[in-house]
């Protein structure tokens, strides 16, 4: 017996390129964090080449599975129904999840280009939104791929989104250790009065020390 795969094409077309987009972006979540942790050393180039590489490679697979869908015959998508949430009346919630999704890591992958205007440290604290997208990317997966109870699709999954998920608990927990300083609260900022400064006072705010005045007689 012979199946006809045509009248299944885009739809076995958008299922390989929604899974390769999530194997892809949790491999590039996994090398982000690995930069980020500094867990290794000594090859920031290597590093920093590949999670590029990979963000390029899952934005691609989003668009071929978001665009494959146009032409399945079962849920008659349209271009708004894959590019706006909630307006697809198929598995609302789910689709509008992977909407949100593919939008918020297309945009933040492509956001390292446009570091120059948006700013070093503005741009940093944007991209730790990529964690997640992903992860709502994941449970968009979970909640309405047609593989998601097969067990080679989750055992598969499993093995990148696991690591990147352990480094992201401890991107987090050093985060946190981090940010509660030894001792218990925060005491008040005081000024600081350099000695060493023959010229006069320095005050210390933290960051650059800022020369004051001498005193006028």
Known sequence: MTIDPGPYLFWITSRAAGFAALVLASLAVSLGLLMSTKLIKG???ELRTAHD????STIVAIVVHGVSLL????????????AIPFLAGYKTFWTSLGIVSGWGLALL???YDARRWIGAVRWRK??????LVWLAGL??????G????????????ALVAIPALALLVTRLARSAGAEIPRG??????ELQISRSNPSGPALTTGVVPIPASPPQH
Not at 53 to 56: D, G, P
């Open 53 to 56: 590489t990979l963000a390029l």
């Open 43 to 45: 090859r920031t180039t």
């Open 184 to 189: 218990g609260a925060s005491p008040a900022p």
């Open 139 to 144: 449970v968009h997966a979970l909640g309405e």
């Open 146 to 157: 047609t593989d998601a109870g097969q067990a080679w699709f989750l055992g598969m999954i």
């Open 109 to 111: 992958g492509l956001s």
């Open 126 to 131: 944007l991209h730790r939104f990529t964690a």
């Open 71 to 82: 032409g399945d015959s079962y849920v008659h998508y349209s271009i708004a129904d894959i």
